[in-house]
C-alpha cells in the first residue's frame, strides 16, 4: 500500500503534535538547598540556594503559592556572581521576584522570607535562558524540604513549543475535513 498526500499529511500532523506536546512537558526540578539551617535576621529567616545542571541560564523567578506567606526585600540577595541583581527592587513584601544576570551554569544565592518559619510554606522556582523556560521547580517546607516538578498550569511555554502544537493541530483539523467532505 502506497502513502497517499492525505495519509502523510496525517501522519505529519501527527508527528509535530506529538514534538509540541513533548517539548512542553516539565523539566526535573534542580534547584537544592546549600545548608538546611536557616539564616535567622531579625524577623525573617532566609535560606541558601543553588541553581545549576539545567546549562545555562540568565533569569530566574519565584513566586510564592502558599497564602499568607511572603518574600521580604531584597528576596534573592547574595549572589556568588556580581553581575547578578533584582530586576524590581521592592521595600517591603512580595509574592513575587525576578532576579537577572549574566548566563552561568551555577548561581549560589539566599531568598529571604518574610516573618516566622510557617508550616507549610510553598513557592515555584523557574530558571529561564533567552526567554525559554528551562525549569520549574515547586519548593515545599513542611518541618523540612523537598523539591519535585512545578504543575504545568504554571508555566509559560516558548512561542516555537506553541507553534509545533498550533501547526500539528491544524494539520489534524485540515485531514479531519478533507474526510468529512467525502461523506
Known amino acids: 500500500m502506497s502513502l497517499r498526500p492525505k ?30 539551617g536557616d539564616l535567622i535576621e531579625g524577623n525573617s529567616w532566609a535560606q541558601p540556594f543553588n541553581e545549576s545542571g539545567v546549562g545555562n ?69 523557574l530558571a529561564w535562558n533567552d526567554g525559554t523556560l528551562l525549569e520549574a521547580a515547586r519548593a515545599n517546607w513542611n518541618g523540612r524540604w523537598s523539591f519535585s516538578a512545578a504543575p504545568a498550569e504554571n508555566y509559560v511555554p516558548e512561542p516555537a513549543t506553541m507553534l509545533l502544537l498550533g501547526t500539528g493541530l491544524i494539520g489534524l483539523a485540515a485531514s479531519g475535513r478533507k474526510k468529512f467532505r467525502k461523506l
Do not use: Q, R
Request: charged share 15%; with cysteine; hydrophobic share 45%.
Open 7 to 36: 495519509h502523510i499529511l496525517c501522519l505529519t500532523a501527527c508527528l509535530l503534535l506529538a514534538l509540541g506536546i513533548g517539548t512542553f512537558a516539565p523539566t526535573t526540578a534542580k534547584a537544592e538547598l546549600l545548608d538546611f
Open 57 to 125: 541560564f540568565d533569569t530566574i523567578e519565584v513566586f510564592m503559592i502558599s497564602d499568607g506567606d511572603f518574600f521580604e526585600a531584597p528576596g534573592f540577595y547574595n549572589f556568588n556572581n556580581g553581575s547578578w541583581s533584582i530586576e524590581d527592587p521592592f521595600t517591603d513584601v512580595a509574592t513575587y521576584v525576578k532576579a537577572t544576570g549574566s548566563d552561568v551554569t551555577s548561581l549560589k544565592f539566599n531568598i529571604k522570607f518574610y516573618g516566622s518559619k510557617s508550616n507549610p510554606l510553598t513557592f515555584d522556582f
